[in-house]
Protein backbone atom coordinates (compact mmCIF):
# COMPACT_ATOMS: atom_id res chain seq x y z
CA UNK A 1 0.00 0.00 0.00
CA UNK A 2 1.35 3.27 -0.40
CA UNK A 3 0.94 5.90 2.32
CA UNK A 4 2.40 9.13 1.53
CA UNK A 5 1.25 12.97 2.04
CA UNK A 6 -1.07 12.92 -0.95
CA UNK A 7 -2.69 9.47 0.19
CA UNK A 8 -3.06 9.84 3.78
CA UNK A 9 -6.77 11.31 4.78
CA UNK A 10 -6.64 14.74 6.41
CA UNK A 11 -9.59 16.77 8.49
CA UNK A 12 -11.29 18.09 5.72
CA UNK A 13 -12.81 14.80 5.07
CA UNK A 14 -15.10 12.78 7.14
CA UNK A 15 -13.64 9.40 7.10
CA UNK A 16 -11.08 10.71 9.52
CA UNK A 17 -13.95 10.80 12.36
CA UNK A 18 -15.29 7.99 11.75
CA UNK A 19 -14.95 5.14 14.51
CA UNK A 20 -12.42 2.39 13.95
CA UNK A 21 -13.45 -1.69 14.57
CA UNK A 22 -11.48 -3.98 16.28
CA UNK A 23 -9.82 -6.34 14.13
CA UNK A 24 -9.62 -10.13 14.67
CA UNK A 25 -6.96 -12.06 16.11
CA UNK A 26 -4.90 -13.96 14.75
CA UNK A 27 -4.34 -10.81 12.13
CA UNK A 28 -5.36 -11.88 8.60
CA UNK A 29 -2.59 -11.74 6.30
CA UNK A 30 -4.50 -8.19 4.97
CA UNK A 31 -4.01 -6.19 8.63
CA UNK A 32 -0.34 -8.04 9.02
CA UNK A 33 0.44 -6.14 6.08
CA UNK A 34 -1.39 -3.08 6.25
CA UNK A 35 0.10 -2.62 10.33
CA UNK A 36 3.41 -3.35 8.60
CA UNK A 37 3.01 -0.40 6.09
CA UNK A 38 2.26 2.06 8.82
CA UNK A 39 5.32 0.96 10.62
CA UNK A 40 7.33 1.12 7.45
CA UNK A 41 6.05 4.92 7.01
CA UNK A 42 6.67 5.68 10.47
CA UNK A 43 10.51 4.32 10.45
CA UNK A 44 10.68 5.80 6.70
CA UNK A 45 9.56 9.41 7.44
CA UNK A 46 12.27 10.05 10.14
CA UNK A 47 14.99 9.65 7.10
CA UNK A 48 15.14 13.05 5.38
CA UNK A 49 16.47 11.53 2.15
CA UNK A 50 13.36 8.94 2.12
CA UNK A 51 11.05 11.43 3.41
CA UNK A 52 11.92 13.81 0.60
CA UNK A 53 12.20 11.44 -2.10
CA UNK A 54 8.84 9.72 -1.73
CA UNK A 55 6.66 12.53 -0.13
CA UNK A 56 7.06 11.93 3.19
CA UNK A 57 6.11 14.04 6.71
CA UNK A 58 7.80 12.98 9.50
CA UNK A 59 5.37 11.22 12.02
CA UNK A 60 6.27 9.03 15.35
CA UNK A 61 2.33 7.16 14.88
CA UNK A 62 0.14 7.02 12.04
CA UNK A 63 -2.92 4.76 12.83
CA UNK A 64 -5.19 3.03 9.81
CA UNK A 65 -8.13 5.38 10.06
CA UNK A 66 -5.07 7.88 8.23
CA UNK A 67 -5.14 5.86 5.18
CA UNK A 68 -8.74 5.45 4.71
CA UNK A 69 -9.28 2.12 6.53
CA UNK A 70 -11.45 1.83 9.74
CA UNK A 71 -9.48 -0.93 11.76
CA UNK A 72 -7.90 -0.62 15.32
CA UNK A 73 -4.10 -0.68 14.00
CA UNK A 74 -1.71 1.69 14.58
CA UNK A 75 2.24 1.74 14.97
CA UNK A 76 4.23 3.76 16.60
CA UNK A 77 8.19 4.55 16.69
CA UNK A 78 9.65 7.06 19.64
CA UNK A 79 13.34 7.98 19.94
CA UNK A 80 14.38 9.37 23.49
CA UNK A 81 16.46 9.25 25.75
CA UNK A 82 16.71 7.59 29.08
CA UNK A 83 17.48 8.70 32.56
CA UNK A 84 21.40 8.46 31.10
CA UNK A 85 20.99 10.35 28.31
CA UNK A 86 20.89 6.98 26.14
CA UNK A 87 19.18 6.82 23.21
CA UNK A 88 16.14 4.94 23.33
CA UNK A 89 13.79 3.73 20.12
CA UNK A 90 10.59 2.52 21.57
CA UNK A 91 8.13 0.70 18.93
CA UNK A 92 5.28 -0.83 18.34
CA UNK A 93 2.92 -2.31 15.88
CA UNK A 94 -0.51 -2.41 17.59
CA UNK A 95 -3.70 -3.98 17.08
CA UNK A 96 -6.91 -3.56 19.44
CA UNK A 97 -5.19 -1.31 21.52
CA UNK A 98 -7.06 0.26 24.61
CA UNK A 99 -6.20 2.51 27.14
CA UNK A 100 -7.18 0.62 30.59
CA UNK A 101 -6.22 3.26 32.91
CA UNK A 102 -4.67 7.02 33.51
CA UNK A 103 -3.08 8.65 36.03
CA UNK A 104 -5.01 11.67 37.31
CA UNK A 105 -1.56 14.11 37.01
CA UNK A 106 -1.95 15.40 33.71
CA UNK A 107 0.69 16.11 31.05
CA UNK A 108 1.08 18.51 27.94
CA UNK A 109 3.80 19.48 24.84
CA UNK A 110 5.17 22.61 25.36
CA UNK A 111 5.29 23.20 21.35
CA UNK A 112 1.74 21.58 20.92
CA UNK A 113 1.08 18.89 18.90
CA UNK A 114 0.84 17.57 14.96
CA UNK A 115 -0.97 15.14 13.09
CA UNK A 116 -0.32 13.75 9.08
CA UNK A 117 -3.86 14.21 8.85
CA UNK A 118 -3.88 18.54 10.17
CA UNK A 119 -2.07 20.34 7.61
CA UNK A 120 -3.24 23.25 9.39
CA UNK A 121 -1.51 24.94 13.14
CA UNK A 122 -3.33 24.64 15.81
CA UNK A 123 -1.99 26.48 18.51
CA UNK A 124 -2.34 25.23 21.98
CA UNK A 125 -2.34 23.14 24.61
CA UNK A 126 -3.41 19.42 24.65
CA UNK A 127 -4.01 18.42 28.26
CA UNK A 128 -3.56 14.35 28.62
CA UNK A 129 -2.76 11.91 31.14
CA UNK A 130 0.77 11.91 32.52
CA UNK A 131 1.05 8.14 32.56
CA UNK A 132 -1.06 5.24 30.99
CA UNK A 133 -1.43 1.93 30.61
CA UNK A 134 -2.16 0.51 27.34
CA UNK A 135 -3.18 -3.58 26.43
CA UNK A 136 -3.17 -5.01 23.00
CA UNK A 137 -1.27 -7.55 20.54
CA UNK A 138 1.78 -6.00 19.26
CA UNK A 139 2.59 -7.72 15.91
CA UNK A 140 6.60 -6.93 16.20
CA UNK A 141 6.64 -8.90 19.69
CA UNK A 142 3.58 -11.17 18.21
CA UNK A 143 1.93 -11.54 21.66
CA UNK A 144 -0.30 -9.39 23.91
CA UNK A 145 0.64 -6.82 25.03
CA UNK A 146 1.55 -4.53 28.91
CA UNK A 147 2.71 -1.19 28.09
CA UNK A 148 2.60 1.11 31.03
CA UNK A 149 3.69 4.81 29.20
CA UNK A 150 4.78 8.17 30.82
CA UNK A 151 5.33 11.32 29.35
CA UNK A 152 5.97 11.63 25.84
CA UNK A 153 5.21 8.10 25.17
CA UNK A 154 1.91 8.19 26.66
CA UNK A 155 1.33 11.46 25.05
CA UNK A 156 1.81 9.69 21.55
CA UNK A 157 -0.22 6.71 22.28
CA UNK A 158 -3.25 8.65 23.54
CA UNK A 159 -3.17 10.53 20.26
CA UNK A 160 -3.22 7.59 18.32
CA UNK A 161 -5.32 5.88 19.87
CA UNK A 162 -8.01 8.62 20.10
CA UNK A 163 -8.30 8.13 16.13
CA UNK A 164 -10.11 5.26 16.58
CA UNK A 165 -12.69 7.70 17.86
CA UNK A 166 -12.51 10.14 16.05
CA UNK A 167 -10.66 12.69 17.80
CA UNK A 168 -8.05 14.83 16.48
CA UNK A 169 -5.91 16.79 18.87
CA UNK A 170 -7.63 20.26 18.30
CA UNK A 171 -10.88 19.21 19.52
CA UNK A 172 -9.31 19.86 22.83
CA UNK A 173 -7.62 22.66 22.63
CA UNK A 174 -10.04 25.41 24.36
CA UNK A 175 -10.55 28.37 21.82
CA UNK A 176 -11.22 30.69 24.66
CA UNK A 177 -7.73 29.84 26.25
CA UNK A 178 -5.49 27.83 24.35
CA UNK A 179 -2.65 28.22 27.14
CA UNK A 180 -4.00 27.85 30.32
CA UNK A 181 -2.40 27.58 33.32
CA UNK A 182 -2.42 23.62 34.80
CA UNK A 183 -1.40 22.93 38.39
CA UNK A 184 0.72 20.20 38.57
CA UNK A 185 0.98 19.51 35.12
CA UNK A 186 4.13 17.70 33.27
CA UNK A 187 4.97 19.86 31.06
CA UNK A 188 6.79 18.28 28.21
Known amino acids: MLINNDTIIKDDSALIREKSLPVSLPLSKEDSDLLESLFQYVKDSTDPEIAEKENLRAAVGISAIQVGIKKQLTAVIIKEQDKDGDEVTVQYELANPRIVSSSVQQAYLEGGEGCLSVAEDHPGYVVRSARITVKGYDLLQKKDVTIRARGYEAIVL ?22 PKIADAQVI
Open 158 to 179: QHELEHFKGILFYDHINPENPF
